[in-house]
C-alpha cells in the first residue's frame, strides 16, 4: 500500500509571492513571463494544463526545461529563498 502523505501538493512557502507570479501570467498576452533569479534570467510559460520553467542563456534561448504541475511547486523548488523579480511579461 502506497503512502498517500507524499502525493499531496506542498504549500506554497510564500503564497503572495506565487500570488504575484500567478497574477503576472494571467495579464500576459502570450502567458509567457521572465523571471531573474541571480542575475540568471528564466523563463515561465503555460503548456496547456501545465506550466514550463526554463532557464535560458545570454541568447535568451532556452537551455533546460522543466514541466510543473503548479506555480507552487515552481516557487518551492525553485525560486524561495533567492533574490527574484519579474524582469519581463511577454
Same mark, same amino acid.
Given at each position: 500500500m502506497k503512502d498517500d502523505k507524499n502525493l499531496r501538493p506542498m504549500p506554497p512557502l510564500n503564497g503572495p509571492a506565487v500570488k504575484i507570479l500567478e497574477d503576472a501570467l494571467g495579464k500576459s498576452p502570450n502567458k509567457? =513571463?521572465? *523571471?531573474e533569479i541571480n542575475d540568471t534570467i528564466y523563463e515561465l510559460s503555460r503548456a496547456g494544463r501545465w506550466f514550463k520553467f526554463?532557464?535560458? $542563456?545570454?541568447?535568451? $534561448?532556452?537551455k533546460?526545461? $522543466?514541466i510543473f504541475q503548479t506555480i507552487t511547486e515552481i516557487y518551492n523548488?525553485? *525560486?524561495?529563498?533567492? @533574490?527574484?523579480?519579474? @524582469?519581463? =511579461? *511577454?
Open positions: 509567457i =513571463i521572465r *523571471i526554463s532557464l535560458l $542563456t545570454k541568447k535568451n $534561448t532556452v533546460r526545461s $522543466t523548488q525553485s *525560486i524561495h529563498g533567492q @533574490a527574484w523579480r519579474i @524582469a519581463a =511579461i *511577454i
